[in-house]
Structures are given as C-alpha cells and as structure tokens.
C-alpha cells in the first residue's frame, strides 16, 4: 500500500512521470498498513475496566466518618483474532478475513452475587468469522458483515423467554466494536498521508467509550508522532495519543441494540446518566517497515452521575478506569 499512496502523492502534486517523491528519512515518514496475500496475524486484544458506584449513603461503619457506601465492581473482555487478507491491491481494496479465535468475558463485584455467572453475549463471537475492506490508506471501506456481526451479537444479549418484556443481560458488545471497528485508526486517520508525517506532528480522530451502560459516547483523541526507535524489527514509530469527552458520536458507528428494553442490574436500575468528565492517555507502536501496529494500550477515567429512580432526590457518583490494549502474537 505504500506504492499506492506514493503514486497518488505524485498525481496530486503533478509530479511528471517516473518522477517519484523521495521522503526525507530524517525529517518525515510515510506511514501505511501494508497487507501480504495469504499472510495470517494473530492480535490479543483485552478490555478492562473498575466501576466505583457512590451511592451517597453513608454505611454503618463509616457514618461518623463521613464516608459513603461504595460499590466496586469490574468487567473484562479477552479475544484472540486473526486476520488473513484473501485479495490484496495495493492500489485499491484488499480484502481480509477476519476470525475470533477466542473471546472470554468475566465479572466481579462487590455488590452482587450473580457476578460471572452468566455468559455474555460476547462469547458467541468464538469461532466466527468475517470479512471487510481496507483502502490503501488503511481505512475501513466496507463494515457490512461486521455491522451484521455486531447487531446479531447484540440480540444474543437479551433475557429469552421473559414475560416482563425485553431484559438486557450485561454484556461487552461495545468493547468488541471498540477493538473492531477501529483497527489501525492512528494511521487511517493522517491526513494527507501521501506526504509522510513528521515527529512532534499531531492530528485528530475520534474513537468509541465502551461502558456498562446503555450510553453512545465518543473520545476525542489527538495522536502524536513522537519518535522513530530502530529495531531489529524495524523502523517503530512510538504514537502517543490523548483523550476527551467528544461533543458527538459518528452516526455511521454501529448500534448493536434495536427497539425498545429494560436493561437488568444496577445500571437499568439508575438512569438519567450525565457525563462529568473523560481523559486519558495512549501509546501505539507502529512497525514502519512491516506497516502493521505490533501493540497499542488505551487508558482513560470517566466520571458521570446518575439518577435515582421514583424522583429520589440523589445523584449517586459514578468513576469508570478504562484500559484498552492489543498486541501481535508471534
């Protein structure tokens, strides 16, 4: 995919033929996701993260303190996933399949005994396959499978048979869309990638927040090239990225549930959910030389308060520490 955008590079800049643009190795790098026919990688993605729920209740053993009830709890999502292009263009779109070959969900919490007991919607994805569309930028052209997968993964997370209505179980669908629907977003992002990109250069996108409630929010994200490390590997370009609270969501991003539900547990019992604040931090390394990413770890804090339901006149206090990482398995 390098060609590619070098060719493009010499038509916008009306270059004249068999005059390709040469980077300057020292000042710019051009960065692209390259793909080899046939060639399968393995990544290991994890999501995970703690929720602190303060109720503003005062407990027994606190009450002369001035503490308050604190309920913790935490969730994690581990998935294996390999990608295999099946029909490679370096001027146009390749095509990859994409297989999990394993997803593993837990629970704990300090709240509930029902915790892990149940199987998340998530864990069907074992086994499943599906396939899409990379340009020569490294963007996504084609989700329609994966927004298929991702609707149908969805459905699985409602309670069968319940005579009360539709009940959502908890579930980490928006984590699966999280490490998904976002793949090589620090490079597919560049603008005008054709040039290459300098170290200390910045640029934008925006990437999803995954959270135990039913809420579409999105991250501000700003990348940094901040340095080249040689390695044996290869040239490793080191992106770090920063995070805020976006002021909108994509509506091209998916939505895995339809209609209308009742979600079950502590989250469908608050409601009116406001946003406080979100920030965080990231590093990627990106293999130059190979174009794939060999690692990238997300961590970030959101707070947000709730309602109580009946019209309690309370708003308990919500801390959620998200950390979200992926890395080549060999």
Do not use: H
């Not at 910045?202 to 579409?216: A, C, D, F, N």
């Not at 895995?256 to 990627?284: A, K």
């Not at 990106?286 to 309370?314: C, H, W």
């Amino acid at each position: 995919m390098k060609n590619a955008l070098i060719v493009l590079a010499a038509v916008l800049l009306i270059i004249p033929a068999g005059c390709l643009p040469t980077v300057d190795k020292g000042k710019t790098k051009l960065m692209t996701v390259d793909f080899q026919q046939g060639q399968t990688l393995q990544y290991k993605f994890v999501s995970s993260r703690s929720i602190d729920v303060n109720w503003g209740l005062p407990t027994k053993n606190e009450a002369k303190k001035g503490g308050n009830k604190v309920d913790k709890s935490s969730e994690s999502m581990e998935m294996v996933v390999a990608y295999t292009p099946v029909k490679v263009d370096p001027y146009g779109l390749t095509t990859i399949e994409a297989t999990c070959k394993s997803v593993k969900a837990t629970r704990t919490s300090s709240g509930s005994s029902r915790a892990g007991t149940s199987k998340d919607a998530v864990e069907s994805l074992s086994g499943v396959s599906f396939t899409f569309t990379v340009d020569a930028a490294g963007r996504i052209e084609d989700y329609s499978q994966l927004e298929k997968l991702i609707t149908e993964t969805g459905e699985k997370a409602f309670r069968p048979g319940s005579k009360a209505g539709r009940i959502k179980e908890p579930d980490m669908v928006s984590d699966f869309i999280a490490t998904q629907w976002f793949l090589w977003d620090s490079v597919s992002s560049i603008k005008k990638a054709a040039k290459g990109i300098r170290t200390g250069q910045s640029w934008k996108s925006k990437l999803s927040v995954p959270l135990p409630m039913i809420m579409r929010k999105a991250r501000d994200v700003t990348y940094t090239l901040d340095e080249i490390r040689q390695t044996e590997k290869g040239q490793i370009a080191v992106i770090r990225s920063s995070y805020a609270l976006a002021e909108s969501v994509p509506g091209t991003w998916p939505k895995p549930y339809t209609g209308s539900f009742q979600m079950s547990g502590r989250f469908g019992f608050l409601s009116d959910y406001n946003f406080l604040d979100l920030q965080g931090q990231g590093e990627e390394l990106f293999n130059i030389n190979a174009g794939r990413t060999e690692k990238y770890n997300q961590q970030y804090k959101v707070q947000l308060d709730a309602s109580f339901p009946m019209g309690i006149n309370m708003r308990p206090k919500i801390t959620i520490e998200q950390n979200l990482t992926m890395e080549l398995i060999e």
